[in-house]
């Protein structure tokens, strides 16, 4: 890689100020950093603390755990196609429609994000930030499958413009920016979001299977049969009718959205951001503790079939593990204080729940919970220090 390193060097103070190509030295800035760490560093003298983590490896990480996620999603997608036309789903077929399904999605994703943080930055004089890194892989594995890559292009530049850049970039936004762009499609395109026919792709586009739509097929999720059905399903079927038990559920090979269906690879990926400290565990452990009590207390007081979901049940469907998991730890959308994450982590368990159980015409819950506490998190902090302080003045007096 040397000669790669000597010849960014080479061709830098062109766009450097002065140079010819000035003008681009945040685009070119922005790719040195992809490419290199930086070599910069604080001054030497003074109260400085040095770490290798830096914002690029923070993000790389989130980004190495989101993988088996997108991985299995792709193959579940090709899975869930030959499923619903009658056909046997092998795997490596099944992982071919799925990546030739899913890559175009990721792709329209990262261009216009990193699009617009380019064109901003460029506009402002301003370094790229790599905070896109992990957003623009967030936003199709939250998606439907055969959400149209116009809409993807249109909900991800509404979340970088108006989620991000608009309060200053990353590390500024108060909202999840991949929550903002699945809020845009649900509200503006809420046929594609919502609804049986929908989180399985039955086209043969990409010249991988053959056969025709079966008669009994519906393409809703567990969590959107519950919802049209008014009643608790025993056991929770497939699309083919095919009844799913708890492994099932946990193993993934059920419709839903791209990377919300295994619990397995996102106990995978869980496992990655707490060993390597970018999760906070009180966050992640709050939210699962938030929702099980919550649907708990429903089983205990239901009058509806709604309220009879099992905790268990709760957790395995939809995106609410992995919105525990990779949604609220967001450390900028996130309270700072440790005693605020415990309180937001159970505030937003507890309010997906609750979507979910008395809102019929809405089955997930757990997209609308997060975007409502991040609105909340400064507050929450603010609360907390405003205590700690109230104690400390009360322990100076006593002594």
């Not at 996620?69 to 030959?82: K, S």
Request: proline share 5%.
């Amino acid at each position: 890689m040397n000669w790669l390193v000597k010849y960014i060097d080479k061709i830098k103070p062109n766009f450097q100020k002065g140079g010819k190509f000035a003008a681009f030295g945040s685009v070119f800035d922005g790719f040195e950093s992809f490419l290199f760490v930086p070599n910069q560093t604080a001054a030497a003298k003074g109260a400085h603390i040095h770490d290798a983590m830096d914002s690029k490896r923070a993000m790389s990480v989130v980004v190495l755990a989101l993988l088996p996620c997108l991985l299995f999603g792709m193959y579940n997608v090709g899975y869930q196609h030959y499923l619903s036309i009658g056909v046997h789903p092998e795997f490596w077929a099944s992982f071919v429609f799925g990546l030739l399904a899913v890559l175009p999605i990721v792709v329209v994703s990262y261009v216009v994000g990193l699009g617009v943080e380019f064109t901003v930055a460029q506009w402002k004089g301003h370094e790229i930030q790599e905070g896109f890194l992990v957003s623009g892989m967030l936003i199709p594995l939250i998606v439907p499958v055969d959400t149209p890559l116009w809409m993807i292009a249109l909900a991800t530049a509404f979340a970088v413009i108006f989620a991000k850049e608009v309060f200053g970039g990353t590390g500024f936004n108060i909202w999840n920016v991949a929550l903002i762009a699945r809020a845009f499609l649900f509200f503006a395109y809420p046929s594609k979001m919502s609804g049986e026919n929908v989180f399985v792709r039955t086209d043969t586009t990409f010249g991988l299977g053959a056969g025709s739509q079966i008669d009994a097929f519906s393409g809703a999720t567990p969590l959107g049969q519950i919802s049209a059905s008014g009643e608790v399903l025993s056991p929770i079927h497939d699309t083919t009718g095919n009844s799913l038990s708890y492994c099932d559920l946990a193993i993934g090979l059920i419709p839903g959205s791209i990377g919300e269906t295994s619990k397995i690879c996102i106990l995978i990926g869980a496992a990655i951001l707490l060993i390597t400290g970018i999760a906070n565990w009180r966050t992640m452990l709050s939210v699962f503790a938030g929702g099980i009590l919550t649907a708990w207390l429903f089983n205990a007081i239901g009058t509806t079939p709604a309220m009879q979901v099992s905790p268990i049940e709760h957790i395995l469907l939809g995106g609410f593990a992995f919105g525990a998991v990779f949604m609220a730890t967001d450390p900028v959308t996130s309270p700072r204080t440790q005693s605020g994450k415990y309180v937001f982590g159970l505030l937003i368990g507890a309010i997906a729940i609750t979507i979910r159980v008395l809102n019929p015409g809405y089955p997930e819950g757990m997209m609308l919970s997060i975007l409502l506490m991040n609105s909340f998190a400064p507050l929450i902090d603010y609360v907390v220090v405003s205590q700690n302080i109230k104690r400390r003045k009360v322990r100076q007096i006593d002594r």
